[in-house]
Nanobody
Framework: VQLVESGGGLVQPGGSLRLSCSAS????????MGWYRQAPGKERELVAS????????NYADSVKGRFIISRDNAKNTLYLQMNSLKPADAAMYYC????????WGQGTQVTVSS
């Protein structure tokens, strides 16, 4: 099982980034997916989640209206479109897969700074 995040980087406040999470080693379409983030000295926060067939999405209040989670089951890939980024969004972002078990990626760093 492997989850590999990409797309992080440095962006100015107000900018956008699109994170991707490429999955392999399990049946992607059978797993709910999502993104967590964790900033230094802060608790891990669930950012967004999406059901197996994209019928249900959920967002943290802090990102509602700015972030969009999506998935492409044909490509075994999860996405997080992040718009209107704020310094408070800076963190390590981790994707996860959940069915009977949780699988985690290694994370991708997002830095929001001018």
């Amino acid at each position: 099982v492997q989850l590999v995040e990409s797309g992080g980087g440095l962006v100015q406040p107000g900018g956008s980034l699109r994170l991707s999470c490429s999955a392999s080693g399990f049946t992607f379409s059978r797993y709910a997916m999502g993104w967590y983030r964790q900033a230094p000295g802060k608790e891990r926060e669930l950012v967004a989640s999406i059901s197996r067939r994209s019928g249900t999405t959920n967002y943290a209040d802090s990102v509602k209206g700015r972030f969009i989670i999506s998935r492409d089951n044909a490509k075994n890939t999860l996405y997080l479109q992040m718009n209107s980024l704020k310094p408070a969004d800076a963190a390590m972002y981790y994707c996860y897969a959940h069915c009977d078990y949780y699988y985690w990626g290694q994370g991708t760093q997002v830095t929001v700074s001018s």
